[in-house]
């Protein structure tokens, strides 16, 4: 696949994003919809993704620092949430912590790397997003709900108990735990999952721009324009320090440097709208990210390879 086929692949993404605005527009969804779609996305269409996608792949032990940045990077981004939001509001916080973290790997960057970087791309985004999940499928969720609800006290045995009932964190190490331990899955749960998972990419951008929309006027977009800035500034750096600084074969780099200007993970509308903390500007920001990782990605592309 070429890179005019990989951008109209990314343009169908946003035309998915376009078709859930529209649609809320005219009144076929309505706001009190977004819950129920994040929640079908949440606990049914994202886990049996992450287990079709994942089944019966076999992970080299060596390469598993790979999961560390993906996890290093998530953590990164949690502590200048932090920084950044020190002198704000609870809920301001916890808005940072949920929508600056994590990257959407499967549902975006994924194709790109298939396309132009081959197997050996695939084998290093994988192990990247196992440890990118551990943040953007229950870590940020469960640090955000402690910021919020917490009282300030920060406990690593709650944040482990909220991180495990996460339904995708728990798909995501059980899939890990089996390919580690070389366990095949039978191959009609494979199936049933890939099944259901195919429909996993439709419904989350469906269901972001379902979410889509900005009220509250300046606050809210200095806030928006805020989060995108800071994340795609701390992006190009690990980008290029990825690429140049890593002692890892050229084409692990490449790939590296790619899965960094990946656009805010997906899932972040959903459990904003679990914590209640305004979905309608996860979704905004998440949209938007989209855009700024397209025209990020094709560049790097045309400077790496």
């Not at 132009?116 to 084998?123: A, D, E, K, S």
């Not at 490449?254 to 459990?271: E, N, Y």
């Given at each position: 696949m070429g890179i005019a086929a990989t951008l109209t692949k990314a343009f169908c993404f946003i035309g998915i994003i376009l078709l859930g605005i529209a649609l809320r527009r005219i009144g076929f969804f309505r706001e009190e919809d977004f819950p129920l779609l994040s929640k079908i996305v949440l606990k049914i269409t994202l886990p049996a993704a992450i287990a079709a996608n994942f089944a019966n792949k076999e992970i080299d032990p060596g390469m598993l620092s790979l999961c560390l940045l993906g996890f290093l990077g998530g953590v990164l981004y949690i502590l200048l949430a932090f920084l950044l939001n020190a002198k704000n509001s609870r809920e301001k916080r916890a808005f940072a912590v949920m929508n600056l973290p994590s990257y959407n790997i499967g549902n975006f960057t994924l194709p790109f790397v298939q396309s132009?970087?081959?197997?050996?791309?695939?084998?290093v985004t994988s192990l990247f997003d196992a440890g990118n999940a551990v943040i953007g499928l229950g870590g940020s969720y469960s640090i955000a709900d402690l910021v919020l609800n917490g009282g300030g006290h920060f406990s690593p045995k709650k944040i482990l108990k909220k991180l495990f009932r996460s339904l995708p964190f728990d798909v995501y190490l059980l899939m890990t735990l089996l390919s580690l331990s070389h366990i095949h899955v039978p191959a009609a749960l494979c199936d049933f999952a890939s099944l259901i998972g195919s429909g996993n990419a439709f419904l989350a951008m469906l269901m972001i721009g379902v979410g889509f929309h900005i009220s509250g006027g300046g606050e809210k977009t200095a806030l928006l324009i805020r989060l995108i800035a800071v994340r795609y500034a701390v992006a190009l750096l690990l980008s290029l320090g990825f690429y140049f600084l890593l002692p890892f074969a050229r084409d692990v780099r490449?790939?590296?440097?790619?899965?960094?200007?990946?656009?805010?993970?997906?899932?972040?509308?959903?459990?904003s709208s679990e914590l209640k903390l305004d979905p309608g500007l996860s979704s905004a920001i998440n949209s938007i990210s989209m855009l700024c990782s397209i025209f990020c990605i094709v560049c790097a592309l045309l400077l790496v390879l």
């Open positions: 132009f970087l081959g197997p050996t791309g695939v084998i490449q790939t590296l440097c790619i899965l960094a200007l990946a656009p805010i993970g997906s899932t972040a509308p959903a459990f």
